[in-house]
């Protein structure tokens, strides 16, 4: 009784904590308190009817009720009888309550705060997943199992691509530990030992679900796993960096809390232009690769750039970085002089320059760089594709939809008129810009093929990271040698003449590479995170281009796809839907939908399972009954007990009484022999503890070790 | 409940001594049968029978069964009334809350099938007109063992119809010794009062039909009644009726010791009483000495209770 009690508590404690892992999706302040209130309430009836029933299913189904009461208090109170009790107000204001949670889900991003259509929908389905879980865990003795509806919440994090907090996972291993440890005997055979075999079993059949899951699923469905494999020097990287805008493309933009990363002055932010501290040059078509570049030299007092160009002293600024976090200096994007009181050293292939000692504190340096020529004229008459670039720099990843871009690419550049590289890059760029096709985001919409630049020119919706990689990969297509290089916009210059870079600045964009004067960058990111464009790339001025007439359809398609195809009629829905970026409900994306429904379908499969296993339960307990019966049995056949095939088990324990010698053998065979009757005869076929009756088959069976003994001892001289 | 305790007392003492019999005869009365009383005369069987009518405040008829016995003298005779110019019912003994037919086995086979027709249908006709027979309503009916002159064998049909068989047997030594100490001056019935009204009857036959009946019970039942049309010793074998008749009993004995269930235990403790008398044995059997009571025990040790 005490341990149905501690095991429904444990699994509540689970499933609270694996609600904190849609935290990142919708704000605790929207269900933490009905949520934790439903939980609660469900918790104690389930305990008090546990208390006063034996039967298995009625609690979970009087705690169901007791949660739609709970849930009708906290929703509907106004409209409810007693404001507890569902009416039909009630009922329909909860109806469209939800219908408001689904637009929400729809147009707001996350994390959502202010909806609490959504906080009613959270409510929901913590709510089932508890009683399932708990039904599966205390009725159905399977704890483990009972994993499969607390999953079905972490589903949602992993199918979106959302950050969780460690503690929520911290919580809810401990938690599901705890399910497990209070019940426990469910591994145990009907012999009370656990079997290696069967534990080796369950290990390898786990190991199995979670490779086809994880790796073999995504792939055959060609969407990203969500399995990442990180290099060591990713993983000494991962915490040392604070411009971490998590280059992969399938994850939201996670920002760091604004902190001032540096401050500079001596020039002005338009001057200076955004801050490069790294470039990345290789992309598996969803995340750009972290590899730190081999080659090294010495960048003591010498100017730093690619190419030896001809350099007279130009502009200087100060640089005073406060909180950096990483050992790559910001730089500006021109040909530079970096002066600093610690060794640095130079990749002249990656553009980066690294101090050798992470910076101690305060770091302060100076920057002396001169401006190149790059107006429109001058990049108009250099042609990129003649230059003998590192193949690295055009490699387009081999997801399938490379020809899918390259055709969306040279549709763009014929539209726009455009010949020379330059005007190509530009019409790109603008085409990127356009507010009316492209949205800033800084979620991203879930995954449908495996080329996430292909998705985002699909969907339109993204950050930096997305506008920057996409440019850079259709850049590629035309044969322009392309790159991203991260790190900071210039930021706002103060009142006292020196600016400040906050972490909220980091930014992605994408830098060219030109005959003669180097890498050039462009500025694809619409928005106030973009800033402005470079001087030699404008926006066309308050014209837009005219959309291709074939955007992106999926209708050549690499694999099997999962997605639904987008019609014409959806697309120019699409492109007519308002600025703010909703879409009308009705219209919604049914590939958005498509979590909701793998979830709901997953928990129908979960709470036809839960049946079964209670079911199964059964049919395993009365076996083991009937087991321990039939062991019992023959110890007072052995012992010369009168049992016949026609005898019932009350005529067997009276046999029992003639000959069994010690009288807890005796009293535990009758308490047996009534189990039995019990579970054979009873209504509804009321079963015992196996734990009991192997209890009881161990002191009957002790009887006879009594009597053998006693017997060898009568014979002993 | 306490009111069956009751009865169950008021029976006890007018049959002391054999409490399995006293459950026997009142489970048959709760389960709306009829009992077949299996005895040689002068051992109590009136005095049973009227005890039960007495206790649930009923009313007692009494049939001696003669060869010249007609059926209208069982149910009664419509009558016309010179004064009135009507035709006037005058029922018979049959309506009683308990009705004993003594030696029934007496009788022309036209008058026993008379009297069990009643028995199934629980209704008279007389000249057209239907008469409901009381609530509750059971036969008691004796056999005398022996195979005397002037008697007919009841037909198996008709054997069918009645749910049990008991024999009440001698009393044990102790209790004889008292009724003979009493010299058979002390009323066999004294102190017996009505304990149930017809409708506490209902209620509890209602109580006892809702008693549950396992699927491994009603299989091992029919392994049972399928082994007794099996046996070498049997030529005709339990009807389904018998089956019938064995899961009504069988819950009528759950409930009279306060169980909502049935167990093979009753079924067991039942059977002879209830399959014997329907036994038509083989003739090899009987030239044996075999006797039906033999077959149902063996069958009974014999067929396992879990299947």
């Given amino acids: 009784m005490i341990r149905a009690v501690l095991l429904s508590l444990a699994t509540a404690i689970t499933a609270l904590a694996s609600t904190f892992a849609l935290d990142r999706l919708v704000a605790p302040s929207l269900w933490l308190a009905p949520v934790a209130t439903t939980v609660v309430v469900i918790f104690t009836v389930l305990s008090l009817l546990r208390r006063w029933t034996r039967r298995t299913l009625l609690p979970s189904l009087v705690a169901t009720l007791a949660a739609v009461l709970t849930i009708t208090a906290w929703y509907a109170h106004d409209d409810a009888l007693l404001g507890i009790l569902p009416t039909r107000s009630a009922v329909t204001t909860l109806y469209l309550l939800f219908g408001r949670g689904l637009t929400s889900i729809e147009v707001a991003l996350p994390p959502i705060d202010d909806a609490p259509g959504v906080g009613l929908m959270v409510t929901c389905a913590i709510a089932l997943v508890y009683l399932l879980a708990d039904l599966l865990a205390v009725p159905g003795k399977s704890p483990a199992w009972a994993l499969l509806p607390i999953l079905s919440i972490w589903a949602l994090p992993v199918l979106l691509l959302a950050p969780v907090r460690t503690p929520a996972i911290v919580a809810t291993g401990v938690g599901f530990l705890a399910m497990l440890a209070t019940g426990a005997e469910a591994w145990r055979e009907p012999t009370g030992r ?31 796993s969500p399995v990442r494999w990180h290099s060591p020097a990713e993983l000494a990287d991962a915490d040392s960096t604070r411009l971490d805008l998590g280059l992969d493309l399938r994850s939201d933009l996670n ?39 081999e080659e090294w030299e010495n960048a003591d007092n010498r100017l730093l750039w690619p190419d030896q160009v001809e350099t007279e002293e130009g502009e200087s600024a100060t640089i005073t970085i406060t909180d950096l976090g990483q050992d790559r200096l910001p730089i500006p994007g021109e040909p530079r002089r970096v002066e600093v009181d610690s060794a640095t050293s130079y990749s002249a292939a990656a553009d980066e320059v690294r101090l050798e000692q992470a910076a101690p504190g305060e770091l302060t340096y100076r920057v002396t760089y001169r401006t190149r020529d790059l107006s429109a004229a001058a990049l108009s008459d250099l042609d990129p594709t003649e230059l003998d670039a590192d193949p690295a720099l055009l490699q387009i990843p081999d997801t399938g939809y490379g020809p899918d871009v390259a055709e969306l690419t040279q549709e763009i550049v014929t539209d726009a008129g455009a010949e020379t590289a330059y005007e190509q890059l530009l019409a790109v760029q603008n085409y990127l810009r356009d507010p009316e ?17 292909w998705d985002f020119l699909h969907d339109r919706r993204g950050y930096c990271v997305q506008f920057a990689t996409a440019m850079v990969v259709m850049a590629r297509t035309l044969d322009l040698p392309a790159r991203v290089a991260v790190g900071y916009l210039p930021g706002e210059t103060q009142e006292d003449g020196t600016a400040s870079i906050s972490a909220h600045q980091a930014h992605a964009w994408p830098q060219v590479l030109f005959p003669d004067v180097g890498w050039v960058r462009f500025e694809p ?28 359809t999926q209708t050549t398609e690499p694999e099997e796809e999962t997605s639904t195809t987008t019609s014409a009629e959806e697309e120019s829905s699409e492109e007519a839907s308002s600025e703010d970026g909703t879409e009308a409900a009705g219209t919604a994306d049914p590939s958005s939908a498509l979590p ?38 023959g110890v007072v056949r052995a012992a010369g007990g009168q049992v016949r095939p026609g005898s019932t088990p009350r005529a067997v324990a009276a046999a029992g009484d003639d000959v069994l010698s010690s009288e807890s053998a005796r009293s535990a065979l009758h308490a047996l022999a009534a189990a039995v009757e019990r579970s054979r005869y009873a209504p509804g076929g009321r079963d015992a503890d196996p734990q009991t009756v192997r209890e009881w088959v161990t002191q009957i069976k002790s009887d006879r070790k009594d009597r053998d003994e006693m017997k060898e001892r009568a014979d002993a001289p | 409940m306490a009111a069956i305790r009751r009865l169950e007392g008021n029976l006890t003492q007018v049959l002391p001594g054999r409490p399995e019999t006293v459950r026997t005869i009142l489970a048959t009365f709760l389960a709306h049968g009829h009992l077949l009383l299996h005895d ?188 007794t049309r099996e046996h070498e010793s049997v030529q005709l074998g339990a009807s389904p009726r018998a089956g019938l008749h064995l899961v009504a009993l069988a819950k009528a004995l759950a409930y009279l010791q306060a169980r909502d269930y049935v167990l093979p235990d009753d079924v067991q403790s039942l059977g002879v009483a209830v399959l014997a008398h329907r036994l038509t044995l083989a003739r090899t059997a009987r030239v044996e000495g075999t006797v039906a009571e033999d077959v149902v025990a063996d069958i009974l040790a014999r067929v396992p209770v879990d299947s």
């Fill in chain 2, 40 to 227: 040689v005369p002068g051992v109590g069987k009136t005095t049973v029978a009227k005890a039960l009518a007495r206790s649930v405040s009923g009313t007692l008829g009494r049939i001696q069964f003669t060869p010249d016995l007609l059926p209208s003298d069982l149910t009664g005779v419509t009558i016309y009334r010179q004064e009135t110019g009507t035709f006037e019912f005058h029922p018979g003994p049959l309506f009683a809350t308990v009705v004993i037919g003594d030696e029934i086995n007496r009788a022309s086979p036209k008058t026993q099938s008379a009297l069990l027709e009643c028995m199934a249908e629980r209704q008279v006709t007389v000249d057209g007109t239907t008469h409901r027979l009381p609530e509750p309503f059971m036969v008691i009916a004796t056999q005398n063992p022996v195979e005397m002159d002037g008697t007919y064998r009841l037909p198996e049909a008709q054997q069918d119809r009645f749910m049990a068989r008991v024999s009440l047997g001698y009393p044990p030594d102790a209790e004889e010794f008292a009724i003979l100490a009493t010299g058979g001056f002390g009323d066999p019935l004294s102190g017996i009062e009505a304990v149930m009204s017809p409708e506490d009857v209902k209620a509890a036959g209602a109580a006892v039909r809702a008693v549950h009946v396992s699927d491994s019970v009603l299989r091992y039942l029919m392994t049972v009644l399928r082994a």
């Fill in chain 1, 194 to 224: 656990t079997s290696p075999r069967r534990m080796g079993a369950l290990a390898v059949l786990t190991a199995g679900v979670l490779a086809v899951a994880l790796v073999a699923a995504p792939w055959v469905l060609s969407i990203p």
């Fill in chain 1, 525 to 552: 990111t619409p928005g106030v995170q973009a800033g402005t464009t470079p001087s030699w790339a404008p926006e066309p001025a308050a014209q837009t281009p005219e959309p291709p007439t074939t955007g992106p």
């Fill in chain 1, 596 to 633: 909701g429904i793998v979830v709901l379908a997953a928990l129908l499969v979960i709470g036809l399972g839960g049946a079964l296993a209670v079911r199964r339960y059964r049919a395993r307990s009365s076996g083991e009954l009937e087991t321990g019966w039939h062991q019992a049995v």
């Fill in chain 1, 255 to 293: 920002r760091p809390r604004d902190a001032v990363v540096m401050t500079y002055e001596g020039a002005s932010p338009r001057e200076l232009g955004p801050l490069h501290a790294y470039t990345l040059t290789t992309f598996n078509g969803s995340t750009w690769d972290r590899t730190p570049p």
């Fill in chain 1, 437 to 453: 096709l492209f949205t800033y985001t800084e979620s991203v919409t879930s995954a449908r093929t495996r080329d996430a630049v």
